[in-house]
């Protein structure tokens, strides 16, 4: 699977009402807030989403529980792993719009656009009606919401030829509101690494190298309005990127000419409407995509390549609560999309294919509470037809029952214990292949799958104003039944299989402090083991590939701020991920790995130009200092020592 991933790119499609309000802003907005009572889920706030040479990859390595996967580089391909799940157990959300590529490949976290978002919000296992479904849980990015006339200007550089510009703007008036971001980024991506020549015993090829056809060059811009009609509201959420990159090849073989384009678009349209014990909302979405792959000189697939792949995918969502009790609350959730996907495969006057694939999931929810317990019941319904293959339906029906007891929250503790079930089918991406790195797999079965865990939250209530200590402890067990790998079946190419049996157990640990009023630490660990009980006999008890055993992750920062709301901070950084398999039969093994680094910003309210307050804020930051040479995804080589700075203005109320 080592360089099929590099295809994986995003098209967003549908749309979902959203589930959860709105995150609560934190006493500090750099803090990733742990779940409470009110809010089960973990919270990335703006200035964690944007930092100076922050990615994806970076920011939810933050999260217990939450490993990245990428092939290079901050640019690079970066796909989410949740609590030891594949990338396609988590569904991605934008504004309430479901990302993923209409053949069902997994997210791309690269190409999010974090850089004006306010929050983003993970749930690692059992989300909540509207956003389930999955095993590896969801994520949830919220837009910056529209306020007063204002608008943020921001650029910033790095090492090896990265930079980006971002203009974000919005306005509101009585009863609307709108938002608009636009983003420019590019890299040249040839960062030095170590090549062993794969020749582990074997140093008189080892050498330095730098990473050729890593350059890339990204658009980005997303559109959102919203406007209030009594008790309804209006919601349009456009989002488009364009991107073109080169592919380099496997570690040790570098391509010079391999060349990947992808355009994606999402737009959706949301009616919400709520009255006296009930809220519904009903929203159309249509996503499109447009990828080209080029290998004119064979050095990646071992032959000319020139494929173009379209999808058009529709789609529809409704989501309706009712009171039936003055503790009990009832919902049900609908949604159906249909996806058109064409393959022409050596352009320009190629073969052309097409399939197309039906999909509908009906789940109904019950909520009860009481004054020290909660009860969350949910059934889901999945179908799923394939037109190409005579309309066969398949059907995968699905539960989740979750269960929290307030009853020591005066001691500050709250528990929580889940269990859910989620079946997913073949993606398109899986069975059809992509004519560069994936072969067709047609006799694939749904992958099926049981989630568990348990949850004890608890904060000091007893600290003076200012000062907050929490810990959260989770530990949790997934079955896994037929589940899907990619095995390579040439030099440069993969197909997906079915392999049997698989366990996925750990624990995660968080702890957070704010003490001295100068003073916060966070903390977050994560231990997780897995193992293959398949029938094939080199397979057993082998560790899934690319699950890290280990992960520890601490920021302890240092900051201060003036009564007229100037802010200074400085913290260091330190991330430590055990040894993994990146082989099916877990022979070959990545080492553990430790990176550290520190930053500063600064914040400082400026005179304004065109509004009534400004603000400055500059930002510095180092990255690996130690220079570890260490490798990603399937032995890919990760950068080194790199920086980053970063400068931004704002103005409030135009």
Not at 34 to 44: F, I, K, N, Q
Not at 370 to 395: C, H, K, N, Y
Not at 575 to 600: C, F, Q, V
Request: aromatic share 8%; charged share 25%; proline share 5%.
């Amino acid at each position: 699977m080592h360089a099929l991933l590099i295809l994986l790119h995003m098209l967003p499609w549908s749309a979902t009402p959203a589930d959860t309000p709105e995150p609560e802003p934190g006493d500090n907005r750099t803090r990733i807030q742990a779940p409470s009572e009110e809010r089960p889920v973990w919270v990335l706030s703006e200035e964690a989403l944007g930092e100076a040479g922050a990615d994806a990859r970076e920011v939810l390595h933050r999260v217990p529980g939450l490993s990245v996967r990428s092939i290079g580089d901050s640019f690079s391909l970066s796909t989410l792993q949740v609590r030891g799940a594949a990338p396609e157990h988590t569904r991605v959300f934008l504004d309430g719009v479901p990302l993923a590529r209409a053949d069902g490949a997994p997210v791309d976290l690269s190409a999010l656009p974090l850089w004006h978002s306010s929050a983003v919000r993970v749930w690692p296992a059992h989300a909540p009606l509207g956003y389930g479904g999955a095993m590896g849980g969801a994520l949830a990015i919220d837009s910056l919401e529209a306020g007063p006339g204002a608008y943020e200007v921001q650029t910033g550089a790095g090492s090896f030829g990265r930079w980006h510009v971002d203009l974000f703007g919005r306005a509101s008036g009585e009863a609307t509101e709108m938002g608009f971001g636009l983003r420019r980024e590019s890299s040249e991506g040839g960062f030095p690494w170590f090549d062993d020549g794969r020749t582990a015993y074997d140093t008189s090829d080892d050498r330095w190298r730098t990473r050729e056809n890593n350059d890339a060059t990204r658009t980005t811009g997303l559109i959102r309005a919203r406007r209030s009609l009594g008790r309804c509201v209006t919601a349009l959420v456009v989002h488009g990127s364009d991107q073109e990159q080169g592919v380099p090849g496997p570690s040790g073989r570098l391509a010079n000419a391999a060349r990947y384009e992808l355009a994606s678009s999402v737009g959706a349209l949301r009616l919400g409407c709520s009255g006296d014990g009930w809220r519904a909302s009903l929203q159309g979405g249509l996503g499109w995509m447009r990828s080209m792959a080029s290998d004119e000189l064979a050095e990646v697939s071992l032959q000319p390549t020139r494929n173009q792949r379209e999808a058009w995918t529709p789609s529809a969502r409704g989501l309706l609560w009712w009171r039936v009790h003055q503790r009990a609350d009832l919902g049900l959730h609908q949604e159906i999309q249909r996806e058109a996907f064409t393959i022409t495969r050596g352009l320009p006057s190629g073969e052309v294919s097409t399939s197309a694939r039906l999909g509908a999931a009906s789940a109904l929810g019950l909520r009860w509470r009481s004054p020290w317990a909660g009860l969350e019941l949910d059934t889901r319904v999945r179908l799923d037809t394939m037109a190409d293959d005579g309309g066969e339906r398949r059907v995968a029906p699905g539960w989740k029952v979750a269960l929290e007891s307030s009853a020591w929250k005066k001691h500050g503790v709250t528990l929580q214990v889940a269990q859910s079930t989620a079946t997913r089918f073949p993606t398109l991406y899986e069975l059809e292949g992509d004519g560069l790195y994936v072969a067709p797999a047609q006799d694939l079965r749904d992958e099926r799958g049981d989630v568990v865990s348990a949850t004890a939250r608890w904060e000091a209530l007893w600290l003076p104003v200012s000062w907050r200590l929490y810990a959260v402890v989770s530990v949790f067990a997934t079955d896994l039944r037929d589940m899907i790998q990619m095995r390579r079946n040439s030099l440069y190419s993969a197909v997906a299989q079915n392999v049997g049996r698989a366990s996925v157990w750990g624990g995660e640990l968080a702890l957070g402090a704010d003490v001295l009023r100068h003073l916060r630490l966070d903390v977050a660990a994560t231990g997780l083991k897995s193992e293959m009980r398949s029938d094939e006999v080199a397979l057993d008890g082998k560790p899934l590939p690319l699950r890290p055993e280990s992960s520890l992750n601490g920021r302890l920062t240092g900051y201060t701020a003036a009564s007229d709301g100037d802010e200074l901070a400085a913290f260091l950084d330190v991330n430590l991920r055990g040894p993994y398999t990146y082989d099916m039969a877990g022979l070959a093994r990545a080492d553990a790995s430790l990176e550290w680094g520190g930053g500063a910003r600064w914040s400082l309210g400026a005179p304004p130009v065109l509004g009534s307050a400004g603000r400055l804020s500059l930002e510095a930051r180092l990255l690996n200092a130690g220079d570890a040479s260490t490798v990603d995804l399937l032995g890919y080589p990760r950068p080194g020592r790199r920086w980053a700075v970063q400068i931004a203005w704002r103005e409030d109320g135009l």
